[in-house]
């Protein structure tokens, strides 16, 4: 492995730290889940996917949308 490799690998490590200290900074800046959610699909549609979107069951045992993240448009409305 040359030095041009170890750098890539290092380099690769250090992106996946820090957007795994990003995420976690997003979920425990708050303590409403729907909004550290939203900022974690935030986080993760630029650098993961495309796009995004969660749903979580409610207490009736339906699922309810959260958050839909796109790439084109960041902050889609969602639907309650």
Do not use: N
């Amino acid at each position: 492995m040359d030095e041009f490799e170890v750098d890539e690998v290092v380099q690769r490590a250090l992106d996946r730290l820090t957007l795994l200290a990003e995420a976690t900074t997003a979920l425990s800046s708050t303590l409403d889940s729907d909004t550290g959610l939203s900022r974690v699909c935030r986080i993760l549609v630029p650098q993961l996917a495309d796009w995004a979107a969660v749903d979580l069951l409610a207490e009736d045992g339906r699922p309810r949308r959260v958050c839909v993240v796109h790439h084109d448009a960041p902050d889609v409305p969602v639907a309650g």
